[in-house]
């Protein structure tokens, strides 16, 4: 299950990233729903992702 965490509040390493128009504004409206930034939604979506991805 995806749940909100705290850990990447400092998260300061800048980065370009391109999304689809559809990824992004499903993104943008997760993030304002559960009240965190667009930035913080990413770096918790990825940090899930590699948690549990299949190559461990």
């Known amino acids: 299950?995806?749940?909100?965490?705290?850990?990447f509040k400092n998260a300061n390493v800048p980065r370009?990233?391109?999304f689809t128009e559809k990824l992004f504004?499903?993104?943008?409206?997760y993030a304002a729903k559960?009240?965190?930034s667009f930035n913080y939604l990413v770096l918790q979506c990825c940090k899930y992702a590699m948690d549990n991805?299949?190559?461990k």
């Open 16 to 18: 370009t990233i391109r």
């Open 25 to 29: 504004n499903q993104l943008n409206k």
């Open 53 to 55: 991805a299949d190559d």
């Open 34 to 36: 559960n009240d965190v």
């Open 1 to 7: 299950m995806f749940k909100i965490d705290n850990e």
